[in-house]
């Protein structure tokens, strides 16, 4: 009824901007249990699963569920209602709008605050909530109701994707540790480098990092990543107006040509070379080589790209070039002039050369 587990793969939604010492979108916000984020969360809901440590702030627009043994090292303010769990422990203040709902032994270092009523019992989990409420209504025969609560709870209705970072992830300013597929949008900027089994980056993403996967990685178009792409036994597909800063390492590798690489292609099986797409033009903030228009050769553009190497006697020199060797009666220089031979004279260089 549920599909699919929705915490199976770290995704990053377009626009969301990771700084070095906080995460910022506009959606929600959910961490499965057991994952270390040493940042602050700013965002609308903020959800985290059981013993989730967070190095800073959590500022929900919305509502904030902290399940049993969350840390949060501080401060904790909620625009509307607040759920913590059991034994939760917030080192700074919790300031809520609307209600809050506490469990036992939860530890606030500097206080609490609530606009809302406040009732302190062991909140129950949402998916354990849930159910208990569809059995509850099940029982009493109110089937068109609880097919309206499922709707309610399933339906894919947001304006906005959530920021999902799947359980036993470690999550840093200097990476991103997970042992499931990664996403990344569009127009997105990340601090840290991103471990994961797959990576996929969307188009006009900056990485302050690498990627490092291990299977395939793919960098959309007009991507700038500050750091290495490397991949144990994928590939790696670099799309147009792309911009690799460091190496790439992996099995096949797909290039380009309106993709730049500063650094060297390791690939352990084939590197193939793409064509621009018609029409693509590249605005150039990824460090783009070339943009192509489309239409005749004639009326191409002069960042067009040009063949890197041209079959042998195909091609035109466009300088001349001078022999590499002169006979010695068509030197212009003066070999009987001492200077030339260090005071020897000619005959006397050739003796110095017969006896070595």
């Given at each position: 009824?549920?599909?699919?587990?929705?915490?199976?793969e770290?995704?990053?939604?377009?626009?969301?901007?990771?700084?070095?010492?906080?995460?910022?979108?506009?959606?929600?916000?959910?961490?499965?249990?057991?994952?270390?984020?040493?940042?602050?969360?700013?965002?609308?809901?903020?959800?985290?699963?059981?013993?989730?440590?967070?190095?800073g702030?959590?500022?929900?627009?919305?509502?904030?569920r902290?399940?049993?043994?969350?840390?949060?090292?501080g401060?904790?303010?909620?625009?509307?209602?607040?759920?913590?769990?059991?034994?939760?422990?917030?080192?700074?203040?919790?300031?809520?709008?609307?209600?809050?709902?506490?469990?036992?032994?939860?530890?606030?270092?500097?206080?609490?605050?609530?606009?809302?009523?406040?009732?302190?019992?062991?909140?129950?989990?949402?998916?354990?909530?849930?159910?208990?409420?569809?059995?509850?209504?099940?029982?009493?025969?109110?089937?068109?109701?609880?097919?309206?609560?499922?709707?309610?709870?399933?339906?894919?209705?947001?304006?906005?994707?959530?920021?999902?970072?799947?359980?036993?992830?470690?999550?840093?300013?200097?990476?991103?540790?997970?042992?499931?597929?990664?996403?990344?949008?569009?127009d997105?900027?990340?601090?840290?480098?991103?471990r994961?089994?797959?990576?996929?980056?969307?188009?006009?993403?900056?990485?302050?990092?690498?990627?490092?996967?291990?299977?395939?990685?793919?960098?959309?178009?007009?991507?700038?990543?500050?750091?290495?792409?490397?991949?144990?036994?994928?590939?790696?597909?670099?799309?147009?107006?792309?911009?690799?800063?460091?190496?790439?390492?992996?099995?096949?590798?797909?290039?380009?040509?309106?993709?730049?690489?500063?650094?060297?292609?390791?690939?352990?099986?084939?590197t193939?070379?793409?064509?621009?797409?018609?029409?693509?033009?590249?605005?150039?903030?990824?460090?783009?080589?070339?943009?192509s228009?489309?239409?005749?050769?004639?009326?191409?553009?002069?960042?067009?790209?040009?063949?890197?190497?041209?079959?042998?006697?195909?091609?035109?020199?466009?300088?001349?070039?001078?022999?590499?060797?002169?006979?010695?009666s068509?030197?212009?220089?003066d070999w009987?002039?001492?200077?030339?031979?260090?005071?020897?004279?000619?005959?006397?260089?050739?003796?110095?050369?017969?006896?070595?």
């Open positions: 009824m549920f599909g699919s587990d929705p915490l199976e770290l995704a990053i939604p377009d626009g969301t901007h990771v700084r070095e010492h906080d995460l910022v979108t506009d959606g929600d916000v959910l961490v499965g249990g057991q994952s270390d984020v040493e940042l602050g969360v700013r965002g609308a809901d903020v959800i985290a699963g059981e013993r989730v440590n967070f190095g702030d959590i500022e929900a627009d919305g509502d904030c902290l399940d049993m043994w969350c840390d949060v090292d401060n904790v303010l909620v625009g509307q209602d607040a759920y913590l769990g059991e034994r939760v422990h917030v080192d700074g203040q919790l300031i809520v709008s609307g209600d809050l709902d506490i469990g036992d032994d939860v530890e606030v270092e500097r206080g609490f605050e609530a606009n809302g009523w406040i009732v302190i019992r062991n909140p129950m989990p949402t998916i354990v909530f849930l159910f208990v409420y569809l059995s509850q209504l099940l029982r009493i025969g109110e089937e068109e109701a609880a097919e309206e609560v499922v709707d309610e709870f399933l339906a894919d209705d947001r304006e906005l994707e959530p920021v999902v970072v799947p359980r036993g992830a470690d999550v840093s300013d200097d990476a991103w540790r997970v042992s499931t597929p990664a996403t990344v949008g569009d997105c900027r990340m601090h840290g480098n991103v994961a089994t797959e990576i996929e980056v969307g188009a006009g993403t900056e990485i302050f990092g690498s990627l490092r996967a291990r299977e395939d990685v793919r960098v959309g178009p007009e991507t700038v990543v500050h750091g290495d792409v490397t991949t144990k036994g994928g590939d790696v597909v670099v799309s147009p107006g792309s911009h690799v800063r460091g190496d790439i390492s992996c099995e096949n590798c797909e290039l380009s040509e309106a993709a730049e690489v500063d650094g060297a292609i390791r690939a352990r099986g084939e193939n070379f793409t064509a621009v797409p018609e029409g693509f033009e590249a605005t150039g903030g990824a460090g783009a080589t070339a943009t228009t489309g239409g005749d050769a004639d009326e191409a553009s002069p960042a067009d790209p040009e063949a890197a190497v041209v079959p042998f006697g195909e091609g035109e020199l466009t300088t001349e070039t001078a022999p590499a060797v002169i006979p010695l068509e030197s212009e220089r009987n002039d001492p200077a030339a031979t260090n005071g020897d004279g000619v005959e006397g260089v050739i003796a110095e050369a017969e006896k070595q």
